[in-house]
Protein backbone atom coordinates (compact mmCIF):
# COMPACT_ATOMS: atom_id res chain seq x y z
CA UNK A 1 0.00 0.00 0.00
CA UNK A 2 1.29 3.40 -0.82
CA UNK A 3 2.02 5.58 2.01
CA UNK A 4 2.59 9.44 2.52
CA UNK A 5 6.31 8.21 3.10
CA UNK A 6 6.40 6.61 -0.43
CA UNK A 7 4.53 10.49 -1.61
CA UNK A 8 7.54 12.21 0.26
CA UNK A 9 10.67 9.73 -0.99
CA UNK A 10 9.19 10.52 -4.97
CA UNK A 11 8.48 14.36 -4.23
CA UNK A 12 11.74 15.13 -2.62
CA UNK A 13 10.17 16.51 0.47
CA UNK A 14 9.48 15.47 4.42
CA UNK A 15 6.63 13.70 5.53
CA UNK A 16 5.23 16.77 7.14
CA UNK A 17 5.30 18.65 3.93
CA UNK A 18 3.12 16.29 2.55
CA UNK A 19 0.93 16.56 5.45
CA UNK A 20 0.43 20.20 5.05
CA UNK A 21 -0.24 20.14 1.23
CA UNK A 22 -3.38 17.50 2.33
CA UNK A 23 -4.59 20.12 5.04
CA UNK A 24 -3.31 22.93 5.02
CA UNK A 25 -2.09 24.18 1.11
CA UNK A 26 -1.99 27.05 1.28
CA UNK A 27 1.14 26.87 4.29
CA UNK A 28 3.28 25.47 1.36
CA UNK A 29 5.23 27.00 -1.49
CA UNK A 30 4.08 26.81 -5.36
CA UNK A 31 7.03 24.53 -6.12
CA UNK A 32 6.77 21.83 -3.16
CA UNK A 33 3.30 21.50 -3.56
CA UNK A 34 3.35 20.79 -7.42
CA UNK A 35 6.14 18.10 -6.47
CA UNK A 36 3.51 16.52 -3.80
CA UNK A 37 0.22 16.66 -6.62
CA UNK A 38 2.65 14.95 -8.84
CA UNK A 39 3.78 12.41 -6.50
CA UNK A 40 0.77 11.40 -5.65
CA UNK A 41 -0.75 11.22 -9.19
CA UNK A 42 1.87 8.81 -10.19
CA UNK A 43 1.28 6.37 -7.01
CA UNK A 44 -2.26 6.58 -7.24
CA UNK A 45 -2.39 7.92 -3.65
CA UNK A 46 -5.54 7.95 -1.80
CA UNK A 47 -4.85 10.19 1.40
CA UNK A 48 -6.77 8.88 4.79
CA UNK A 49 -7.94 12.22 5.43
CA UNK A 50 -10.47 12.27 2.35
CA UNK A 51 -11.49 8.48 3.24
CA UNK A 52 -11.58 9.70 7.08
CA UNK A 53 -14.08 12.40 5.76
CA UNK A 54 -16.48 9.64 5.21
CA UNK A 55 -17.41 9.06 8.99
CA UNK A 56 -17.91 12.26 10.31
CA UNK A 57 -21.34 11.96 11.19
CA UNK A 58 -24.02 9.09 10.18
CA UNK A 59 -25.77 8.98 7.86
CA UNK A 60 -28.46 6.12 7.74
CA UNK A 61 -26.63 5.31 4.38
CA UNK A 62 -24.79 2.25 2.78
CA UNK A 63 -23.20 1.73 -0.43
CA UNK A 64 -23.31 -1.19 -2.41
CA UNK A 65 -21.00 -2.45 -5.08
CA UNK A 66 -22.39 -4.98 -7.07
CA UNK A 67 -21.15 -7.49 -9.98
CA UNK A 68 -23.14 -7.12 -13.11
CA UNK A 69 -26.55 -6.05 -13.37
CA UNK A 70 -26.95 -8.74 -16.68
CA UNK A 71 -25.86 -11.28 -14.51
CA UNK A 72 -29.16 -12.77 -12.00
CA UNK A 73 -27.47 -13.61 -9.17
CA UNK A 74 -26.88 -9.83 -8.51
CA UNK A 75 -29.96 -8.81 -9.46
CA UNK A 76 -31.40 -11.33 -6.69
CA UNK A 77 -29.15 -10.41 -4.32
CA UNK A 78 -29.50 -6.46 -4.74
CA UNK A 79 -32.87 -6.38 -3.97
CA UNK A 80 -32.69 -8.43 -0.91
CA UNK A 81 -29.98 -5.67 0.30
CA UNK A 82 -32.29 -2.64 -0.76
CA UNK A 83 -35.12 -3.94 0.45
CA UNK A 84 -33.64 -5.02 3.74
CA UNK A 85 -31.79 -2.08 4.52
CA UNK A 86 -34.96 0.26 4.38
CA UNK A 87 -36.68 -2.42 6.68
CA UNK A 88 -33.88 -1.31 8.89
CA UNK A 89 -34.20 2.43 8.31
CA UNK A 90 -31.27 2.60 5.99
CA UNK A 91 -31.05 4.02 1.86
CA UNK A 92 -28.67 1.88 -0.16
CA UNK A 93 -26.75 3.48 -2.72
CA UNK A 94 -26.46 1.21 -5.42
CA UNK A 95 -23.30 1.23 -7.96
CA UNK A 96 -22.77 -1.57 -10.86
CA UNK A 97 -19.43 -2.62 -12.17
CA UNK A 98 -19.07 -3.13 -15.77
CA UNK A 99 -17.00 -5.87 -16.35
CA UNK A 100 -15.02 -6.06 -13.90
CA UNK A 101 -14.24 -2.25 -13.42
CA UNK A 102 -15.29 -1.08 -10.13
CA UNK A 103 -12.53 1.67 -9.88
CA UNK A 104 -14.45 4.19 -10.92
CA UNK A 105 -17.37 3.00 -8.72
CA UNK A 106 -15.31 3.25 -5.95
CA UNK A 107 -14.12 6.49 -6.39
CA UNK A 108 -17.67 7.49 -6.70
CA UNK A 109 -18.55 5.79 -3.37
CA UNK A 110 -15.41 7.33 -1.35
CA UNK A 111 -16.44 10.96 -2.11
CA UNK A 112 -20.00 9.83 -0.51
CA UNK A 113 -20.65 9.52 3.27
CA UNK A 114 -22.21 6.63 4.09
CA UNK A 115 -22.21 4.64 7.56
CA UNK A 116 -21.00 1.20 5.94
CA UNK A 117 -20.03 -0.45 2.33
CA UNK A 118 -21.09 -3.86 1.41
CA UNK A 119 -19.84 -5.48 -1.94
CA UNK A 120 -19.32 -8.02 -4.18
CA UNK A 121 -17.47 -6.65 -6.79
CA UNK A 122 -13.42 -7.07 -5.82
CA UNK A 123 -10.31 -8.93 -7.38
CA UNK A 124 -8.71 -11.58 -5.30
CA UNK A 125 -5.48 -9.11 -5.37
CA UNK A 126 -7.82 -5.68 -5.37
CA UNK A 127 -5.75 -2.18 -4.79
CA UNK A 128 -9.04 -1.04 -3.23
CA UNK A 129 -8.87 -3.60 0.12
CA UNK A 130 -6.46 -1.19 1.36
CA UNK A 131 -8.41 1.72 0.56
CA UNK A 132 -11.82 0.20 2.16
CA UNK A 133 -9.50 -0.81 5.24
CA UNK A 134 -8.89 3.03 5.79
CA UNK A 135 -12.22 4.01 5.40
CA UNK A 136 -12.91 3.09 8.96
CA UNK A 137 -15.97 2.55 8.57
CA UNK A 138 -17.72 -1.64 8.40
CA UNK A 139 -17.52 -3.25 5.17
CA UNK A 140 -18.18 -6.38 4.11
CA UNK A 141 -17.20 -8.73 0.97
CA UNK A 142 -20.52 -11.41 -0.59
CA UNK A 143 -19.57 -14.11 -3.33
CA UNK A 144 -16.51 -12.40 -4.24
CA UNK A 145 -13.92 -12.09 -1.84
CA UNK A 146 -10.01 -10.49 -1.71
CA UNK A 147 -6.68 -12.49 -1.13
CA UNK A 148 -6.76 -10.98 2.57
CA UNK A 149 -8.43 -11.90 5.54
CA UNK A 150 -11.86 -9.56 6.17
CA UNK A 151 -15.63 -10.26 6.52
CA UNK A 152 -17.11 -12.43 3.57
CA UNK A 153 -19.72 -14.29 2.77
CA UNK A 154 -19.07 -17.13 0.19
CA UNK A 155 -20.19 -20.47 -1.52
CA UNK A 156 -18.14 -23.21 -1.79
CA UNK A 157 -16.50 -22.21 -4.94
CA UNK A 158 -14.74 -24.94 -5.38
CA UNK A 159 -16.66 -27.82 -4.39
CA UNK A 160 -18.83 -26.13 -6.54
CA UNK A 161 -16.80 -26.57 -9.13
CA UNK A 162 -15.70 -30.22 -8.60
CA UNK A 163 -19.60 -31.20 -8.35
CA UNK A 164 -20.50 -29.97 -11.42
CA UNK A 165 -17.63 -31.68 -12.91
CA UNK A 166 -18.39 -34.93 -11.23
CA UNK A 167 -21.85 -34.66 -12.36
CA UNK A 168 -21.04 -34.30 -16.05
CA UNK A 169 -18.34 -37.33 -15.66
CA UNK A 170 -20.62 -39.63 -14.42
CA UNK A 171 -23.02 -38.81 -17.29
CA UNK A 172 -19.29 -40.08 -19.96
CA UNK A 173 -18.90 -37.00 -20.60
CA UNK A 174 -15.56 -36.56 -21.35
CA UNK A 175 -15.18 -33.68 -24.10
CA UNK A 176 -16.01 -30.70 -21.10
CA UNK A 177 -15.07 -26.71 -21.85
CA UNK A 178 -15.34 -24.47 -18.84
CA UNK A 179 -16.47 -21.06 -19.64
CA UNK A 180 -15.84 -18.40 -17.30
CA UNK A 181 -14.55 -14.82 -16.54
CA UNK A 182 -11.47 -13.72 -15.11
CA UNK A 183 -9.10 -15.66 -12.67
CA UNK A 184 -8.50 -12.93 -10.73
CA UNK A 185 -12.06 -13.24 -9.51
CA UNK A 186 -12.66 -15.75 -6.53
CA UNK A 187 -15.41 -16.79 -7.82
CA UNK A 188 -14.43 -18.07 -11.09
CA UNK A 189 -10.84 -19.32 -9.76
CA UNK A 190 -12.35 -21.62 -7.11
CA UNK A 191 -14.76 -22.72 -9.71
CA UNK A 192 -12.10 -22.92 -12.25
CA UNK A 193 -9.99 -25.09 -9.74
CA UNK A 194 -12.54 -27.31 -9.01
CA UNK A 195 -13.11 -28.03 -12.54
CA UNK A 196 -9.09 -27.99 -13.21
CA UNK A 197 -8.74 -30.70 -10.47
CA UNK A 198 -11.40 -33.20 -11.28
CA UNK A 199 -10.63 -33.60 -14.57
CA UNK A 200 -6.43 -34.21 -14.10
CA UNK A 201 -7.76 -36.79 -11.12
CA UNK A 202 -9.47 -38.73 -13.82
CA UNK A 203 -6.41 -38.63 -16.33
CA UNK A 204 -7.83 -35.86 -18.99
CA UNK A 205 -5.97 -32.50 -19.83
CA UNK A 206 -6.77 -29.35 -19.26
CA UNK A 207 -5.85 -26.24 -21.34
CA UNK A 208 -6.86 -23.50 -23.17
CA UNK A 209 -8.40 -25.88 -25.97
CA UNK A 210 -11.19 -26.59 -22.91
CA UNK A 211 -10.80 -23.53 -20.77
CA UNK A 212 -12.72 -20.59 -22.31
CA UNK A 213 -11.85 -17.32 -20.27
CA UNK A 214 -13.74 -14.17 -21.36
CA UNK A 215 -16.11 -11.15 -20.69
CA UNK A 216 -19.65 -12.41 -19.61
CA UNK A 217 -21.54 -10.14 -21.02
CA UNK A 218 -23.90 -12.00 -23.55
CA UNK A 219 -22.29 -11.35 -26.67
CA UNK A 220 -19.35 -12.46 -25.71
CA UNK A 221 -20.35 -15.33 -24.61
CA UNK A 222 -21.86 -16.32 -27.53
CA UNK A 223 -19.16 -15.62 -29.72
CA UNK A 224 -17.05 -18.20 -27.76
CA UNK A 225 -20.36 -20.85 -28.52
CA UNK A 226 -20.32 -19.99 -31.78
CA UNK A 227 -16.65 -20.77 -32.05
CA UNK A 228 -16.66 -23.79 -30.08
CA UNK A 229 -19.59 -25.32 -32.35
CA UNK A 230 -17.38 -24.54 -35.16
CA UNK A 231 -14.36 -26.89 -34.78
CA UNK A 232 -14.32 -30.29 -36.18
CA UNK A 233 -14.60 -32.24 -32.26
CA UNK A 234 -17.42 -30.02 -30.55
CA UNK A 235 -17.36 -30.57 -26.87
CA UNK A 236 -20.15 -33.02 -25.53
CA UNK A 237 -21.10 -30.82 -22.38
CA UNK A 238 -20.32 -26.76 -21.53
CA UNK A 239 -19.36 -25.76 -17.64
CA UNK A 240 -20.81 -22.74 -17.56
CA UNK A 241 -19.34 -21.04 -14.79
CA UNK A 242 -22.37 -18.79 -13.69
CA UNK A 243 -25.80 -19.62 -13.99
CA UNK A 244 -25.85 -16.15 -16.34
CA UNK A 245 -23.34 -17.57 -18.62
CA UNK A 246 -25.21 -21.05 -18.79
CA UNK A 247 -28.30 -18.91 -19.78
CA UNK A 248 -26.48 -17.27 -22.54
CA UNK A 249 -25.15 -20.61 -23.56
CA UNK A 250 -28.97 -21.77 -24.27
CA UNK A 251 -30.00 -19.01 -26.01
CA UNK A 252 -27.20 -19.31 -28.78
CA UNK A 253 -27.87 -23.13 -29.04
CA UNK A 254 -31.55 -22.69 -29.30
CA UNK A 255 -31.52 -20.21 -31.83
CA UNK A 256 -28.95 -22.35 -34.14
CA UNK A 257 -31.44 -25.40 -33.89
CA UNK A 258 -29.63 -27.65 -31.48
CA UNK A 259 -31.59 -29.34 -28.81
CA UNK A 260 -30.50 -29.71 -25.11
CA UNK A 261 -28.99 -32.11 -23.62
CA UNK A 262 -29.58 -34.34 -26.82
CA UNK A 263 -27.04 -32.53 -28.36
CA UNK A 264 -24.44 -30.86 -26.38
CA UNK A 265 -25.08 -30.34 -21.77
CA UNK A 266 -24.90 -27.25 -20.33
CA UNK A 267 -24.38 -27.04 -16.48
CA UNK A 268 -24.53 -23.62 -14.29
CA UNK A 269 -23.65 -22.57 -11.30
CA UNK A 270 -25.28 -20.22 -8.83
CA UNK A 271 -29.19 -21.64 -8.66
CA UNK A 272 -30.14 -18.62 -9.04
CA UNK A 273 -34.37 -18.58 -9.35
CA UNK A 274 -34.35 -17.96 -13.08
CA UNK A 275 -32.50 -21.05 -13.53
CA UNK A 276 -35.67 -22.80 -11.92
CA UNK A 277 -37.97 -21.61 -14.33
CA UNK A 278 -40.36 -24.40 -15.86
CA UNK A 279 -38.44 -23.21 -19.56
CA UNK A 280 -35.12 -23.32 -18.59
CA UNK A 281 -34.89 -25.52 -16.16
CA UNK A 282 -31.51 -25.82 -15.83
CA UNK A 283 -29.04 -28.03 -13.98
CA UNK A 284 -27.06 -26.28 -11.75
CA UNK A 285 -25.12 -26.58 -8.57
CA UNK A 286 -25.91 -24.10 -5.67
CA UNK A 287 -26.43 -23.47 -1.82
CA UNK A 288 -29.30 -24.92 0.23
CA UNK A 289 -32.26 -23.25 -0.80
CA UNK A 290 -33.12 -20.15 1.48
CA UNK A 291 -29.38 -19.41 1.68
CA UNK A 292 -29.25 -15.57 -0.32
CA UNK A 293 -25.68 -14.31 0.44
CA UNK A 294 -26.42 -10.64 0.12
CA UNK A 295 -29.12 -11.15 3.13
CA UNK A 296 -26.45 -12.90 5.15
CA UNK A 297 -24.06 -10.35 3.89
CA UNK A 298 -26.36 -6.95 4.72
CA UNK A 299 -27.25 -8.61 8.24
CA UNK A 300 -24.52 -8.82 9.01
CA UNK A 301 -23.04 -5.38 7.81
CA UNK A 302 -25.62 -3.48 9.98
CA UNK A 303 -25.12 -5.11 12.60
CA UNK A 304 -21.77 -3.80 12.87
CA UNK A 305 -22.68 -0.71 12.11
CA UNK A 306 -24.59 -0.34 14.94
CA UNK A 307 -22.68 -2.07 17.73
CA UNK A 308 -19.92 0.17 16.24
CA UNK A 309 -17.55 -2.34 16.35
CA UNK A 310 -16.67 -4.53 13.13
CA UNK A 311 -16.55 -8.69 14.14
CA UNK A 312 -14.64 -10.62 11.99
CA UNK A 313 -16.44 -12.76 10.04
CA UNK A 314 -16.09 -15.60 7.31
CA UNK A 315 -18.29 -17.73 6.07
CA UNK A 316 -17.82 -20.37 3.47
CA UNK A 317 -21.76 -21.97 2.67
CA UNK A 318 -21.43 -25.76 1.51
CA UNK A 319 -22.90 -26.49 -2.24
CA UNK A 320 -24.94 -29.33 -4.09
CA UNK A 321 -26.35 -30.55 -7.33
CA UNK A 322 -29.77 -29.23 -9.07
CA UNK A 323 -29.91 -31.90 -11.19
CA UNK A 324 -32.86 -30.83 -13.95
CA UNK A 325 -33.55 -30.60 -17.66
CA UNK A 326 -29.97 -29.49 -19.23
CA UNK A 327 -27.62 -32.34 -18.40
CA UNK A 328 -27.68 -36.31 -20.40
CA UNK A 329 -26.01 -39.52 -20.29
CA UNK A 330 -24.11 -40.22 -23.19
Known amino acids: ?5 DVAKLAGVSQSTVSRVLNNPESVGEAKHEKVIKAM ?3 NYRPNAIARSLVKKQTKSIALISGPIHNPFFAETTTYIVNYSKQRGYNTNVHFEVFGDNTSVFNDVIEMQVDGII ?8 YIYDDLKNLNIPFVMFNRKHNEPGNFFEMDNLLAGQQATEHLLDLNHKDIVWIGGPLNMSTFYG ?5 RKTMEEQGLPVSDHNTKITDTSENE ?6 DLLAERNRP ?3 FAATDSIAIYVLDYLLEKGYNVPEDISVIGIDNTKLSQHHSIELTTVGMD ?15 DIESKNQHLTQKTYPTKLYNRS ?5
Do not use: P
Open 1 to 5: MVSSK
Open 41 to 43: KEL
Open 119 to 126: LSSILMDD
Open 191 to 195: RYEGF
Open 221 to 226: IHNVVR
Open 236 to 238: TAI
Open 289 to 303: QGINLGQVAIEQLIN
Open 326 to 330: TTRAI
